[in-house]
């Protein structure tokens, strides 16, 4: 079992529409959670991290974080054209010099 | 304020050949990590380092060396370059205040093909 695992994807949802990307981990020691979004041919950028069980927003992002089921998910509302990208999830312990563990994935297109 | 700077962008290397990829960051982070990226694939990581003059291996270190001399600086060293390290290379730093992780911010990528 990988230690963090993304939906394999791809996903498409209509412009407008609420994309749901979901994440589980193994490690019941990651304590930091991560959404990086990386466009095709270049680097991942941070769009939320979450430590505490429940919700983080910020603008169009929500991040969700159970640890009891061992899941995290990213909703973005009014998704748009420019959200075309793929999103990759990370777990990481406190205790373990930052290190992040990545999963492969998930590609979501939005269209227009 | 250019955050994390790789270089090269590219590369293409034959069997056999040895390469450093560089990489620089000006945010005085502590903490900093070398991932490889395969198609499709998420990212894995080869080394990384918590300070100056401190390394540890991750989960892929064969064929791969790194040195931390200063805060800035954590360059990746490619020894005898094979086909299976044909990838793309992202060097990741984060502050470590506190021992923590608050993201990472990741250079540009180095894309190397060994033929």
């Known amino acids: 079992q990988k230690e963090v695992e993304q939906n394999s994807g791809p996903l498409s949802v209509p412009e407008g529409a609420i994309a749901s990307l979901n994440c589980t981990y193994s490690?019941?020691?990651?304590?930091?959670f991560f959404w990086y979004r990386q466009y095709s041919g270049k680097s991942p950028e941070l769009i939320m991290f979450?430590?505490?069980?429940g919700d983080k927003e910020d603008g169009r992002f929500t991040a969700q974080l159970n640890k009891a089921s061992q899941y995290v998910s990213l909703l973005i509302r009014d998704s748009q054209p420019s959200d075309s990208a793929t999103y990759l999830c990370?777990?990481?312990?406190?205790?373990?010099?930052?290190?992040?563990?990545f999963g492969d994935g998930t590609t979501l297109t939005v269209k227009p | 304020n250019a955050g994390v700077t790789q270089t090269p962008k590219f590369r293409i290397l034959k069997i056999g050949q040895s390469m450093t990829l560089q990489c620089t960051q000006d945010?005085?982070?502590?903490?900093m990590y070398w991932y490889r990226q395969d198609p499709g694939m998420g990212l894995k990581l080869i080394y990384y380092?918590?300070?100056?003059?401190?390394?540890d291996k991750g989960e892929v270190p064969n064929g791969y060396n790194v040195s931390r001399s200063t805060t800035e600086d954590f360059p990746l060293r490619l020894e005898l370059a094979a086909p299976s390290q044909t990838s793309v290379y992202f060097c990741?730093?984060?502050?470590?205040?506190?021992?923590?992780?608050?993201?990472?911010?990741f250079g540009s990528g180095t894309r190397l093909t060994v033929v």
């Open positions: 990741a730093s984060t502050s470590g205040m506190r021992g923590g992780n608050y993201g990472y911010t």
């Open positions: 490690d019941r020691g990651s304590q930091s």
């Open positions: 979450i430590y505490s069980n």
């Open positions: 990370a777990g990481t312990p406190n205790t373990n010099a930052g290190k992040s563990t």
């Open positions: 945010m005085n982070h502590n903490y």
């Open positions: 380092s918590v300070g100056a003059g401190i390394t």
